[in-house]
């Protein structure tokens, strides 16, 4: 009787795993060919300047329109693109677009920066350093327009090697930007440790920044952000008492759906960029 049901425990559990191992190769398969079949789009979210009240940068954040499952969130394939190692291509892609479409931008007289995440497995590339430098020289966008967002468990992966790369890549003037502070392996010692410009407080802390304790935590790490030069980016802003909070607190930039959702090209165009001085 025991073991009747140890084997249909196995079955059922072998049943599920095979499904969801078939379902992941499926979706591998589609995203394989997604960029070929152009079902990727780089959609963008701007970031407001709380100093000048204009906005100076916006974020590329991927998407993929699926021929049957429709749109699909990148939390549903990054982590599939990673694993298979897909992300190094599909990365590459989409700096290569954002960066074509901030030169277009900047070309019409706006002074927009680009922000572009980058992953791990593209940071732990060894030809990253190149990449960077040949699509910035394609695409003729000054690096300093260019902001790489990376996140504290990819910079400590492999220490040394990142560093160095982070450095060269300062050097040839990309901004490096901390993403997703706060969540994670999260330590303040980073902020002075990392060669970073600037660091995104994560959403998850705007969310709940009404909270005292919250609170205070955001104006600790940005305190210590503006001590060491750094820009600090609050993320996820959504009302206006998180953003009257954030200004209280002296944090220079906001990206939100207060702000907007990441949205297509042409509508950041129409809805952002038409107060141009061209
Ligand atoms: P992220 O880099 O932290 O991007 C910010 C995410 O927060 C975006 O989700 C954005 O839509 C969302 N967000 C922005 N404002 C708000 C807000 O006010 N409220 C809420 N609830 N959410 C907000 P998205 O576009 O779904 O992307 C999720 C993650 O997928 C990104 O997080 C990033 O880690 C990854 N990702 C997206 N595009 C790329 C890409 O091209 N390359 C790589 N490597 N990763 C990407
Ligand atoms: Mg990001
Ligand atoms: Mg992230
Ligand atoms: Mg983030």
Not at 36 to 57: G, S
Not at 73 to 79: K, L, Q, V
Request: hydrophobic residues 35%; negative net charge; charged residues 25%.
């Amino acid at each position: 009787k025991v073991k009747e049901t140890g084997r249909n425990n196995y079955k059922f559990f072998n049943k599920a795993m095979n499904e969801e191992i078939s379902t992941k190769l499926l979706l591998e398969n589609d995203l394989r060919k997604a960029l070929l079949k152009n079902e990727l789009e780089v959609y963008y979210q701007p970031q407001l300047d709380l100093q000048t009240n204009r906005i100076v940068a916006v974020e590329a954040l991927l998407r993929w329109h699926h021929p049957d499952k429709g749109f699909m969130s990148p939390a549903e394939f990054i982590p599939i693109a990673e694993e298979t190692g897909l992300i190094v291509p599909i990365g590459e892609w989409v700096l290569k677009e954002a960066c074509k479409q901030t030169k277009l931008w900047r070309d019409q007289g706006h002074d927009l920066s680009i922000s572009v995440n980058l992953s791990n497995q593209q940071l732990i590339s060894n030809t990253i350093v190149e990449v960077i430098k040949e699509i910035t020289s394609q695409t003729e966008l000054n690096p300093q327009y260019l902001t790489l967002e990376i996140t504290e468990s990819m910079a400590i992966t492999n220490l040394t090697d990142t560093l160095n790369k982070l450095k060269e890549l300062q050097d040839f003037g990309v901004n490096i930007s901390l993403d997703d502070f706060g969540t994670g392996y999260s330590s303040l010692s980073y902020l002075s440790t990392l060669p970073i410009d600037s660091v995104k407080i994560d959403k998850s802390f705007i969310n709940d920044i009404t909270n005292k304790t919250k609170k205070e935590i955001v104006k600790s790490v940005s305190s210590i952000a503006h001590s060491r030069g750094l820009t600090v980016v609050a993320e996820g802003v959504e009302e206006e008492e998180q953003l009257n909070i954030v200004r209280s607190l002296g944090i220079g930039m906001i990206q939100g759906y207060y702000l907007s959702k990441p949205i297509p090209s042409e509508e950041m165009q129409s809805r952002f960029l038409l107060s141009s001085f061209v």
